[in-house]
């Protein structure tokens, strides 16, 4: 990640303890709430996991934008949710609680037509969990293997709690836990209550929750996604990854095609990936319609054995001609061919981020040598065939057109 987000985070932390040493404060509330550990290690299971309760008002849809220059970002406002996502993260950074430390990445706009964005992370190649033995996009929940119910209390943020006088309560808790094996600054799980055991299959409820997310921060890089199993999640328990980048994305803008006369899915033509898109202009009624579609439209991968990712970002409305404007939600979804097991010998594995453009290099060498040519390649070599794509496309227009008027 840039500068902008590692500076926020050890501001936030080093000012709150500075200050007082007490919890930090959080506008907004009427008590102060910490979302720092105790400085003693045998505090933290008893230390109680601190809700982050938010409402409407603070789900913004316009209004954030790339600034016309980069080092801009550095003093572009910040939500609560960025102050306290930024501040606990960096300090689980200074408490070791990763597998390795986060540098500042090399990164490189890959030249081209297309805009990719490489990052060599070379730690995260090497120690990130191994997948899990998993042989189907719709294995049963296993209590034997990994699973969110084991992580430490250090690891767990806070809860996002909508409040209930303007937001729909989603399924149940959501538990925001750092990756310990991060690709980006900032980066975090969303976890559904861990003792419910929910598999890896998307749910109304988790996706709510990541849109809601993507509209709590002000900044136009943090990104929410999910991967199914065989689209590369490594965890079979109910997950999304949120995360920080200081890139534009391709998928922000790219041109699409509607294949619904009312508006409510289109096409992705562009390259890295062809995929649907659906959009968000306001929350609400609008938001709960995308959710519904989404999980539907993965309701039916699932149950035909397809995998797919997701991407959620900030970006322009769908159609032909895009502004340059990130006027609300684009929720993208790509079917692909499953890939279950251990990743080997390529210089990136192809899931959320990759499919949207952001490409974590494993080694120097691939880093230093990776065309936009080899890497769009690569990348589509994981989509599916075309004439199963168009089986696809039609089942999802299908789906769409039988929605309630």
Same mark, same amino acid.
């Not at 009427?30 to 933290?44: G, H, I, M, V």
């Not at 191994?130 to 809860?159: C, M, T, W, Y």
């Given at each position: ?11 936030? !932390? ?21 979302? *720092? ?14 809700? &982050? ?22 003093? #572009? ?39 990719? %964005?490489? #990052? ?20 049963? !929940? ?5 699973? !969110? ?8 943020? &806070? ?59 002000? $900044? ?16 079979? $328990? *109910? ?12 998928? @922000? ?24 898109? &659906? ?8 938001? @709960?319609?995308? %959710?519904?579609?989404? =999980? ?11 995998? $797919?990712? %997701? !991407? ?39 899931? *959320? =981020?990759?499919?949207?453009? $952001? ?31 168009? @089986? ?14």
């Amino acid at each position: 990640m840039g500068v902008s987000l590692q500076r926020w985070a050890a501001l936030l !932390f080093f000012v709150s303890v500075i200050l007082s040493g007490q919890p930090m404060a959080t506008p907004g509330d009427l008590n102060e709430t910490s979302y *720092l550990l105790s400085p003693n290690t045998s505090d933290w299971d008893g230390q109680v996991v601190p809700d &982050f309760t938010y409402g409407q008002e603070e789900l913004v849809v316009e209004g954030v934008q790339w600034p016309q220059v980069p080092s801009a970002l550095d003093t #572009q406002p910040q939500s609560r949710f960025d102050a306290a996502l930024c501040a606990a993260w960096a300090q689980r950074v200074e408490l070791g609680l990763f597998r390795y430390r986060l540098g500042e990445l090399r990164t490189q706009i890959l030249p081209g037509a297309v805009g990719l %964005v490489a #990052q060599l992370n070379v730690e995260r190649g090497v120690q990130r969990r191994r997948p899990q033995d998993v042989r189907s996009v719709r294995q049963a !929940f296993d209590p034997q293997q990994f699973n !969110f119910r084991k992580i430490p209390r250090g690891e767990v943020l &806070f809860r996002l709690r909508p409040d209930p006088r303007g937001l729909q309560d989603g399924d149940g808790d959501i538990l925001v836990v750092i990756n310990v094996s991060p690709l980006e600054r900032g980066h975090v799980l969303l976890v559904p209550e861990p003792a419910l055991g929910l598999p890896q299959r998307l749910l109304p409820g988790a996706l709510r929750a990541g849109l809601e997310a993507v509209l709590l921060s002000l $900044h136009p890089g943090f990104r929410v996604g999910f991967n199914s199993l065989g689209g590369l999640a490594s965890v079979n $328990h *109910l997950h999304l990854h949120g995360y920080y980048l200081d890139h534009r994305l391709p998928v @922000e803008r790219a041109p699409s095609v509607p294949l619904d006369p009312k508006g409510r899915l289109y096409l992705l033509r562009t390259l890295p990936a062809p995929g649907f898109l &659906f959009y968000v202009g306001r929350p609400g009624l609008d938001m @709960e319609a995308v %959710v519904s579609r989404v =999980c539907r439209a993965t309701d039916y991968l699932s149950e035909h054995e397809i995998a $797919h990712n %997701v !991407f959620v970002t900030r970006g322009a409305p769908p159609g032909e001609a895009v502004p340059s404007a990130l006027s609300g939600l684009r929720v993208i979804l790509w079917p692909r061919k499953p890939s279950f097991g251990v990743k080997e010998g390529e210089a990136f594995n192809v899931a *959320l =981020c990759e499919l949207a453009g $952001h490409l974590p290099v494993k080694t120097s060498q691939d880093f230093c040598s990776l065309t936009e040519t080899a890497a769009v390649a690569l990348i589509q070599d994981c989509l599916l065939p075309p004439a199963q794509m168009q @089986e696809v496309q039609a089942a999802l227009v299908a789906l769409v057109a039988g929605e309630s008027p």
